[in-house]
């Protein structure tokens, strides 16, 4: 298996205290809307496994010319290949053996980010480890956010519905808005993967509400919006569409919610629109730790 383990029990200013980092030739899978956490140039593999030990969110590293870090939101799955040119380490729970092990078999393959548990799960492929989380329900993606770990799940219709501010509270979940472009990124392939015929544009629900000093008051300085809760550090982490926010009426109504557009392209931008227009889905989300039993 040809496995090293790196016994660094790293106690520099008392970091994640009994942390190892076991490395193999080999690669990973990271999300394909996802970058690396870090990416630093010329270290050693040493170097890259104290980086990756120093870093709270770090649960993973690959590194040939140079080191790539990913974080617990963005890894797959871990694969030992023995011919490889590039080098995978993978943080796991410590131990009091100073004595490299033979084998994966002999390793506890958990580790925790932020009191978050994770494991790499062997798989029917030799070498081949998934990597799994516990910590967002089943068909929901975690995401790492500024005020921490969170949860979405885009929910689609096959027809228009009527904006319902409330959809997502039968799910233990809120309306949810966009903190960083990986979120964005993801909410738009999954878009384009439910309409792939789409010819015009398709819209999804997201929190958002318009200041309400700002109601029936159409002036430039007026048009801001404010998430209606406190999981998201940026209001707006998306594109605005042209002339948008509008805070257009019609009917003597106001444009005061929010709409994510998506085109093909990737065309993809914020429009604000009547809190009873109709739309194809929602966005939801909810923090980690944060569900109904």
Known sequence: MNLKLLLILFNMLNLILGDKIATFPGTLLASNYSTQFSHIIGISVEECALKCLSNIDCVAFLIAENCSIYTFDQLISVQNVVSANETVGIKINGSDSETCPSSFSSLNLTGSVRE??????TTNTPGLFNFSQSSCPNDWKLFRRVRGYYCIKPYFFDRYLIYNKSF????????SGFDNQNEVDYIYTEMINEFPDITGA????IDGNRNISCYNNTT?????????????????????????PSGETREGIQENCLAFRAFLG???????IICSDKVRGYVCGKPVGDWDE
């Not at 430039?220 to 569409?241: G, M």
């Open 116 to 121: 978050l548990s994770y494991e790499f799960i």
């Open 168 to 175: 997502c509270n039968p799910y233990s979940s809120y309306l």
């Open 202 to 205: 398709e819209s999804l629900a």
């Open 220 to 244: 430039i300085s007026c048009n801001d919006f404010e998430w209606t809760n406190n999981y998201s550090s940026y209001p707006t982490f998306i594109n605005w569409n042209t002339g948008q």
């Open 266 to 272: 990737p065309i993809y931008y914020a429009n604000d």
